[in-house]
């Protein structure tokens, strides 16, 4: 090629009309094998740009990627800022501020930075490490059935940091930071998730290989991760190839890595379909061993965690089975996690005689801890099933509990201190002194070192003490208003640590509140459509849980609620002919309360068709369609 064909094909290329970043690479190759010295490259760019139209937009791509002492720098770059009267740079979120230096260097007084929706992925040449990290975000992107391909951000980096040496944890974010802000590759959610933007398409050798890496590294990268949800997609990585056995070190930390960042929503949606279910506790015990379960190999510290996990995600009958497998253990403490589960699962009478069974240890044998914990459970489960012929007995296990608490000169646990003013409030409730149940919620907000669960159920507690004064005194509005806005942030607080395991009761409570407020015209009547999403919600997580506490009263207030935006109650109607008779007898009165202020207010109720009149009583549906 002559230099006369090799300038003439470069000025075909700037030239035309739609001058982008592939053709000026191209250009610069053909000038490269015709340019021989600096001198005699200035000479003839300079002639031949003369004949160039000096307003035509200039848009370069790429040439951050390009080293400071390159010729591009040295005599391309000046030549066009000589001879075009504006042009813009595309260039890396991180290098933006390098070429704006140099653009100052040369003389270029008015600059203006803008930021720009990502451009096109095909209008950008990867360096190295920039094709590197883009083949490892679409091996590692996974498809989940709930949202987009994701990968995260910590795993990436630790991957990038073992697998490339020279790329340091700072690089390695700026990497991640080009795929989203630059390259349009992905974006990150409120969960933490690099969500990928379309289909991966790793093909499968490329997805093996990182795997096998990953493999001969995870016990390096293992002892890095600390976001749960970088276990979750490390696990699911590494499964296809991993013995059972030596998944057990990283399902283990990701167990303790959900507990310590209270993050339950894990459990639902990546611990269960990854790992399964719980093993049936009641089949022969030789049975167990017919095949192998990952809960077989987890530790029992571990399993007491995922216990835990199980029950704040709401899966009860998951927890239960895993309480029965640890009881031989501790029979006294699991003996008290089963009826705490037994309870929550609405089978009350089932849950009284689980700790009936327990004998309380002696002192000297046991742990204080255990101790607290059995009387503290004697207490509640009285007053939470409202077991009126108990009531006696449950009172004089308070009065044990306080005694244990307060006869030392040490520090109490806070959760002790938590437990035994919630339940002295529980008990406040049940005498109809409400506000002496007020008066024991506000000490539990003064207990130090609780945290968002612990005040969200004090809260939710505290405003249905408030709804209840200003039940028996209609004149204290501000209670009733205070009331709303203890429920409204107890469940805020619920909501933020992730909680199920009592979201229905704190649905219903905030759900009930409004209503009453409804009833007594303190609201307008708009807020029914809040009242109509919260007892949906609770009502769907009981049914879904197959529990039978709450059903009812979640089914009346819907019921209820319809009426009063003049929806179609019917399918309603039939849910609470099914509910009401199994329901326990303190959500019954709830009912006939609401029923009764109802036809106060409005002169008629909402459950005329299932009792008439002269059946008025806190026996409310003994039997479906009476």
Not at 477 to 501: F, T, Y
Request: overall charge neutral.
């Amino acid at each position: 090629m002559t230099s006369k064909d090799t300038f003439a094909g470069f000025e075909h290329l700037l030239l035309k009309e739609n001058f982008s970043c592939q053709m000026l690479w191209r250009g610069l190759d053909m000038l490269k094998f015709w340019l021989s010295h600096d001198l005699r490259e200035c000479r003839r760019l300079g002639r031949m740009m003369r004949s160039w139209n000096r307003a035509v937009p200039l848009h370069l791509y790429n040439v951050d990627s390009l080293p400071e002492g390159h010729w591009f720098w040295r005599l391309l770059a000046p030549l066009f800022l000589s001879h075009f009267s504006g042009s813009t740079w595309h260039v890396r979120h991180d290098k933006a501020a390098a070429v704006e230096q140099w653009l100052i260097r040369h003389g270029v007084g008015q600059i203006e930075r803008e930021f720009h929706p990502p451009c096109p992925v095909s209008t950008y040449i990867y360096d190295e490490q920039e094709q590197h990290m883009l083949s490892w975000m679409e091996a590692l992107a996974l498809v989940n059935p709930v949202s987009s391909p994701y990968v995260t951000e910590s795993l990436l980096c630790c991957v990038a940091r073992k697998l490339l040496p020279e790329v340091n944890a700072s690089q390695a974010a700026i990497l991640i930071e080009r795929m989203k802000t630059d390259f349009a590759m992905s974006h990150l959610d409120e969960q933490g998730r690099l969500l990928w933007r379309g289909q991966p398409e790793a093909p499968e050798t490329v997805k093996d290989g990182l795997r096998s890496q990953l493999n001969e590294h995870r016990h390096e990268i293992l002892s890095q991760l600390e976001s749960p949800l970088s276990l979750c997609c490390m696990h699911q990585l590494l499964e296809p190839i991993l013995p059972l056995q030596e998944q057990v070190p990283l399902l283990e930390r990701l167990v303790k890595r959900i507990e310590a960042t209270r993050q339950y929503d894990l459990i639902s949606l990546y611990w269960l379909p990854m790992i399964g279910p719980m093993f049936s506790v009641d089949e022969e015990v030789e049975n167990r061993f017919s095949k192998v379960s990952i809960y077989q190999m987890l530790r029992p510290s571990v399993l007491d965690s995922l216990l835990t996990l199980f029950e704040r995600n709401s899966q009860f009958h998951e927890a239960l089975k895993l309480a029965t497998y640890l009881q031989p253990l501790n029979p006294v403490q699991y003996g008290i996690t089963i009826s705490s589960l037994q309870e929550r699962l609405g089978n009350f009478e089932e849950a009284y005689s689980q700790v009936e069974r327990i004998a309380l240890p002696a002192q000297v044998n046991a742990p204080q801890s255990v101790a607290v914990a059995l009387v503290q459970r004697r207490a509640w489960m009285v007053v939470c099933a409202r077991l009126e012929h108990k009531k006696a007995q449950g009172k004089e296990a308070l009065a044990t509990l306080a005694s244990l608490l307060f006869s030392h000169s040490s520090n109490n646990p806070p959760l002790w201190l938590w437990h035994f003013h919630t339940i002295k409030a529980s008990y406040a409730q049940w005498d109809g002194d409400y506000i002496r149940a007020i008066v024991h919620y506000r000490q539990c907000l003064l207990v130090p070192g609780l945290g968002d669960f612990e005040y969200g159920a004090t809260l939710v507690g505290l405003a249905s003490s408030q709804r209840c004064a200003f039940l028996g005194d209609s004149t204290l509005e501000e209670i009733m208003h205070r009331s709303i806005k203890n429920g409204a942030l107890g469940l805020i607080l619920n909501r933020r640590v992730g909680e199920h395991d009592g979201m229905p009761g704190v649905l219903h409570n905030q759900a009930l509140t409004l209503l009453y407020a409804l009833l007594y015209k303190l609201l307008p009547l708009e807020r029914i459509d809040e009242v109509l999403l919260l007892a949906k919600e609770g009502l769907s997580m009981v049914e879904a849980a197959n529990s039978v506490k709450h059903r009812a009263i979640l089914t009346a207030e819907i019921l209820l609620a319809t009426l009063l935006a003049k929806q179609d109650t019917t399918p309603w109607r039939k849910k609470l002919q099914a509910y009401g008779p199994k329901a326990e007898d303190s959500e019954k009165e709830q009912i006939l309360s609401l029923h009764t202020l109802c036809v106060r207010q409005f002169g008629r109720g909402f459950l005329e068709e299932f009792w008439g009149e002269e059946k008025k009583s806190s026996r409310i549906l003994t039997s479906t369609g009476s």
